[in-house]
């Protein structure tokens, strides 16, 4: 039982998987949170065109 424990102990391949999943969600975190600063950056652009141009806006 002792043996058994220890080698769990040491075993580390499950804390890679946390690891990449922990990873994979801040680059979740971080892609989101740009193209949603973006988008609006983009939308006050087409919206600032579509003023000048004189076109109806939604």
């Given at each position: 039982?002792?043996?058994l424990l220890a080698r769990f102990v040491r075993n580390?391949?499950?804390?890679?998987a946390i690891e990449y999943?922990?990873?994979a969600?801040?680059?979740a975190?971080?892609?989101i949170t740009t193209v949603g600063l973006v988008g609006t950056d983009v939308n006050g652009a087409?919206?600032?065109i579509a003023t000048a141009?004189?076109?109806p806006t939604a």
């Open positions: 039982m002792k043996n580390e391949s499950g804390a890679t999943g922990l990873i969600g801040l680059i975190v971080a892609i087409f919206q600032a141009l004189n076109f």
